[in-house]
């Protein structure tokens, strides 16, 4: 139960255009399994920056990270697409599907791309997970002809099917109403309490942030607070 | 269908954008099936063109030739180290024709490459009939081993043409002398070469080659007869002509003929120099249009593709976010292009082949003299330009998918999806 899902020592991160900038200043931090982190701090304050660089998708930074007690840092972008579909979920703020393939589809796509099941398998459990979130009868139809809340439910089942350690949310819930973000936000809790899984997100919400286990403040580039 | 998630999502995107896709492969298509049917016609043309010329010249001629004066005679004479020079030099007369023909010919048959070896003797003589007179050769052959070089049969219009050796003082006349002088078989022409007596001869059988020019001098004869119409003796050979198994090997086998033999051994490819220079000069007109549609083809799909990654920008974006590596994103793309190439090109086999049997069947006149004996026009079926035809067509839309892919591949996800 405490074994470390992630761990980030003295991460620096500058931005070099227009002018040099440090928008991350030795960031280190670890978020146990199964925990629900919510990072919160003032636009700009550089957390959806830190996100990138966590979820291995960002490379230049300076300092470590570590993913699953594997070190990522300095591996090449190929191995990290590796690590990113075996390992890492992703939801972004605008759900991003892709909307020319069934909504069953999108699930499949990154565990067909992992390949540890078979296609039949695949489409099961993509079923399941869309079950999960109460959009199993959106399944057969395109991407693009869905309301926002129920692409954001795919999205989210998306970044579970391959039943990743870490999933990582960048203001998952900021272009929803209130009635859809609490759906999201009870997947969640449901996702780190019932499975275990753990729950790193970017947050603007601060009701979302405070029902999560941890909140992790940033300003400028720093991390002033954690309680 | 087992499919691999990359080419899953490649037909996807091709599916989902069925005109463009339509369009680019149609594009492979137009050059496919016009590399197809230009290569086939030049082909079927050339083929035509060589096969014409092998009517008339061997693949090898085997000649005596004038030479100029040397001094090798002023060097038996003057045995010192001084260097002799030849003012004004003339060619010098040899012996006609070829000294111990017997002995070359039977020599030459021991090499298996060779197919035919027949001795000729070829002579300027004047036609005439009542008072018209007409320029010409005689060829004095053996019609037999003729005929199986360079079918006699098939260009024969009356007569057969085995009566050469069965009548004696008998002729074979060409189809312009014959309309020259208003003969026809059975009627008896005189001959007269520059050297022996005149001779009157039957006229057993008219021919046509197609080539004009051959046709209004041209006569075959017995070789005894055309030995004796020069008042030689039997032994009196002006050519050997010699067909190979294989007659790409003619040069070659010529320059080792003149070794062995010390004649002038001339190919067809000498022979017919004009000709190769038109082959290779219809071969780069052909070669660069064809390059051109296929470049085009090339562009069509290098546009679409490029347009497909600037759309979807933020799918690949996706793709990549949830593990998709930089050659899986290489693949989705290439495997379009290639889709599309594989589509245009099954489909431009098809159709450059109804093209190229819809041209052959086409009918454009018969033997006259314009157009020879080429009555259709010439196509080849050829099994390696529908080979290479592919080739080109895959090679294009590969090098045309590539650099839109490789972009694709090097897309930023951080960047995309932070905006």
Known sequence: ?227 | MKLSVNSEIAFTYLFARKKQTVIAALGVMFGVSMFIFMQSLMKGTNDYFEKQSFNTTPHIRLYSENKVADTHILDSFIKDASVKILVNPKQLLQRQGIINPNGVISRLRKDPELSFITPQVTTNVIYTSGSVQLNGTVAGVDIIQEDKMFDVQGNMVVGDFRDLNRVNNSILIGKGIAGKLSLHVGDNITVASGTGSPMIMKIIGIFQSGVKLVDETKSYANIVQAQSLLGKDRSYVTDIKINLKDYNKAPAKAREIETITGYKAEDWVQANAQLKTAFKIRAMILNSVVGVILLVAGFGIYNILNMTIYEKIKEIAILKATGFSGYSVISIFLQQAIYIGLMGAVIGIGIGFLITYGFSKVYIGGPNPTSGTLSYIPMSFYIPHYVEAIFFGLITTIAAGYFPARKASRVDPVTIIRG
């Open chain 1, 1 to 227: 139960m405490n074994s470390i899902a992630l761990k980030a020592k003295n991460i620096v991160k500058y931005f070099n255009d227009p002018v040099t900038l440090k928008v991350l200043d030795d960031i280190s931090f670890e978020v146990k399994t199964g925990e629900f982190v919510s990072i919160v701090g003032k636009s700009g304050c550089g957390k959806s920056t830190l996100l990138y660089i966590l979820s291995t998708m960002d490379t230049t930074y300076e300092g470590e990270l570590e993913v699953n007690h594997q070190k990522v840092t300095g591996l090449s972008l190929n191995q990290l697409a590796a690590i990113r579909n075996s390992s890492i979920g992703f939801v972004f703020q605008f759900h991003y599907l892709l909307p020319d393939f069934t909504c069953l589809k999108n699930v499949m796509i990154p565990a067909l791309r992992l390949g540890k099941y078979s296609y039949k398998e695949v489409e099961e459990r993509a079923y399941e997970k869309l079950k999960m979130f109460g959009v199993e009868e959106q399944a057969l139809k395109h991407a693009g002809k869905l309301s926002g809340g129920q692409q954001q439910r795919v999205a989210i089942a998306r970044a579970l099917i391959n039943d990743p350690a870490i999933i990582m949310g960048d203001e998952p819930t900021g272009n929803l109403d209130s009635k859809n973000t609490a759906i999201v936000f009870d997947l969640f809790q449901r996702l780190s309490k019932e499975f275990q899984q753990t729950i790193i997100t970017v947050t603007h919400d601060e009701d979302f942030a405070r029902r999560s286990d941890r909140i992790i403040e940033m300003s400028d580039g720093r991390i002033i607070n954690q309680h």
